[in-house]
């Protein structure tokens, strides 16, 4: 079992940048696969990028790539979402969820466990 613990999120100009961290509890995070999901208000949870358990394969949203980064750190039990160039549209509560496996998903059933969330706000 893994708990996760989200931080870094914050109100930031269009065209700025954050950094999302996610902590992990449990001495399997190398386990497991991880991900980020967004909610804007009135919408559905939305895929945003997924890493492998080793950290060499990544896959993102059409509408982050090129502009956000996933990667781990498993010493620090640690996942982190950079986001650069940000829009109005990047407006959304930023989940990271985790499941033992070795596969990428980008639904969110695939996931066994979640954050609570920490809310990113891109001002215009």
């Known amino acids: 079992q893994v708990q996760l613990v989200e931080s870094g999120g914050g109100l930031v100009q269009a065209g700025g940048s954050l950094r999302l961290s996610c902590a992990a509890s449990?001495?399997?995070?190398?386990?497991?696969?991880m991900a980020w999901f967004r909610q804007a208000p009135g919408q559905e949870r939305e895929f945003v990028a997924a890493?492998?358990?080793?950290?060499?394969?990544?896959y993102y949203a059409d509408s982050v790539k090129g502009r956000f980064t996933i990667s781990r750190d498993n010493a620090k039990n640690t996942l982190y979402l950079q986001m650069n160039s940000l829009k109005p549209e990047d407006t959304a509560v930023y989940y990271c969820?985790?499941?033992?496996?070795?596969?990428?998903?980008?639904?969110?059933?695939?996931?066994?466990?979640w954050g609570q969330g920490t809310q990113v706000t891109v001002s215009s």
């Open positions: 969820a985790a499941r033992e496996t070795a596969a990428l998903f980008t639904t969110t059933p695939r996931y066994n466990y």
């Open positions: 890493i492998s358990r080793s950290g060499g394969t990544t």
């Open positions: 449990g001495r399997t995070y190398s386990t497991y696969g």
